[in-house]
């Protein structure tokens, strides 16, 4: 229900915010944002699958997970594809992921909501393996043998 409503309310917040807006800045300004942050938003998607391979690379060479860089990546991503989409709601979420700080709040709280990973579906025990014994696994013999 929660995305439906979502779905409902951000075109509807995204005219509002046109009309108030559009009136402050005129035609020719809103149309200079609304161009200006798609072609941002455009050189971020262009620009992410480096970026994300350089900070893996650096995360791997310091030896620490790349869960951290992938995940600032996505966030990066969802950005540029929010500066893409025409609107100063979608802008300036859009704006606000590229702070640092800021997505680093949003993946805590993500964090936080999943929560650990349960452990109690650990097994711990002891194996050990034994050479095939050739006189007595054998396999039966298939059936295209049999076809004398």
Do not use: C, W
Not at 15 to 36: H, K
Not at 56 to 73: G, K, T, V
Not at 93 to 112: E, K, M, S, T, Y
Request: glycine residues 6%.
């Amino acid at each position: 229900m929660p995305i439906l409503l979502a779905f409902l309310a951000i075109p509807l917040l995204e005219i509002v915010l046109f009309v108030q807006l559009g009136g402050a800045l005129g035609v020719l300004g809103t149309l200079l944002e609304i161009f200006a942050s798609g072609a941002l938003g455009v050189f971020l998607l262009r620009l992410e699958p480096y970026r994300n391979a350089t900070d893996i690379r650096a995360a791997l060479a310091q030896e620490r997970s790349p869960a951290s860089p992938m995940a600032n990546s996505a966030l990066r991503m969802i950005a540029a594809i929010l500066l893409v989409i025409p609107g100063f709601l979608t802008d300036a979420i859009g704006l606000l992921l590229l702070i640092p700080a800021v997505r680093f709040l949003a993946l805590r709280r993500v964090v936080a909501k999943a929560g650990p990973a349960p452990r109690d579906d650990i097994i711990d025990g002891d194996y050990t393996t034994h050479a095939p014994d050739t006189d007595h696994d054998t396999l039966p013999p298939s059936p295209d043998q049999n076809r004398d």
